[in-house]
């Protein structure tokens, strides 16, 4: 896992994530600039608020990068069953 905006850009750039999570109160500037980053090369979530991201993880963030592909895929399958 890589978090804050700036590790998370250089490893979105370098191809190494493979989900990104955007808190849902970031600022519309900080969604768009990964949005327009991303292109749709990998999964944006951004249905989580900073403060439950922060809890999750233990730190203040907002934006955070899973690069282990097992792990992206099982949060993908979880966040799938939640939907439904």
Known sequence: MVTGQ???EKAVRKQKVAIVVIAS???ENTKKDFEDLIRER????NQF???EIS???G???KILGI???G???QIKKLLKEVTL
């Not at 990998?42 to 979530?45: D, E, G, S, Y």
């Open 59 to 61: 730190q203040t963030r």
């Open 71 to 73: 792990m992206a895929k």
């Open 49 to 51: 608020s900073s403060t």
């Open 55 to 57: 809890q999750a993880i």
């Open 67 to 69: 690069s282990d592909p």
């Open 6 to 8: 700036a590790i998370v």
């Open 42 to 45: 990998i999964t944006i979530i």
């Open 25 to 27: 109160d970031a600022s």
